[in-house]
């Protein structure tokens, strides 16, 4: 349904004007400035204020405000697909920042795996906003001559309520143990170095769920080999404090 919707926004795209999606300016679906403050910065390293157990070491791409956050609705909740490209751009300089510092270095290729969204969202708004932002990201790394596959091995194990509007403690609760990994998920996870995506961390308790869902599945699966390697994980936008408070 709704890439019909998508195929007729695109369409509408080529007829009439188009106006710059982080700040309206005329002529461009998203202007130069725009591009900027979306991958334009080196990504840094952000920690949520009270970061969450088991949250591995996180880089983002840009702060989440101003058009930049613009970029990132009108991607996930309008489904404006002709962002997925500069949005897989920013993702892709977030993961390699990732992956720059060795952590229980590894060969393989990088694995870029999703935190998936609810069914009911992806039902409600006909796409997988981050999956497309993921797959994005690894054209981006793989024409940047780094072999990267984007494995969405993570899923929903029962339902959880949407988590904005919840405090802290309020996701927490909702998401722990929400996510697992599919039944061939660990062998695929054994090919190489994992980092987990996202669009937007911000209490950062999705991306450490996720990281223990993964964490777990290989746990498993390894019995006999030992688990290794740290996880890291990268995401397009975190709230600006998030980023300052690397600044000591
Ligand atoms: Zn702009």
């Known amino acids: 349904m709704v890439p019909v919707l998508a195929w007729w926004r695109e369409l509408g795209g080529l007829v ?21 403050a979306l991958y334009g910065a080196r990504p840094r390293r952000v920690r949520p204020a009270s970061g969450p157990a088991g949250l591995p070491p996180v880089h983002a791409a840009a702060p989440y405000e101003g058009a930049v956050r613009e970029v990132v609705l ?13 949005l897989g751009a920013a993702l892709a300089g977030a993961v390699a920042a990732a992956v720059a510092v060795p952590r229980g270095a590894r060969g393989g290729g990088l694995l ?3 935190v998936p969204s609810t069914p009911r969202a992806v039902a409600a708004r006909g796409q997988d906003a981050t999956l497309r932002a993921a797959r994005a990201a690894a054209v981006a790394l793989r024409r940047a001559g780094r072999a990267a596959e984007v494995v969405p091995v993570l899923r929903q194990r029962r339902r959880v309520a949407d988590q904005a509007g919840l405090d802290p403690g309020g996701r927490r609760a909702n998401l722990s143990g929400a996510l697992e990994v599919v039944r061939n998920g ?13 669009d937007v961390m ?18 498993r699966e390894a019995g006999i080999r030992a688990v290794r390697g740290g996880m890291s994980a990268a995401v397009i936008a975190a709230p600006r404090p998030s980023f300052e408070i690397n600044r000591n």
């Open 16 to 36: 009439l004007p188009a106006a710059c999606t982080g700040c309206g300016d005329p002529g461009t679906t998203l202007c130069e400035a725009c591009r900027r």
């Open 74 to 86: 009108a991607h996930k909740e309008r489904g404006a697909l002709e962002l997925a490209a500069p």
């Open 112 to 114: 870029l795996v999703p």
């Open 186 to 198: 660990p062998r695929l996870l054994g090919r190489g170095r994992v980092v987990l995506v996202d």
């Open 202 to 219: 911000t209490t950062g308790v999705s991306l450490a769920e996720a990281a223990r869902a993964v964490d777990a599945a290989r746990r």
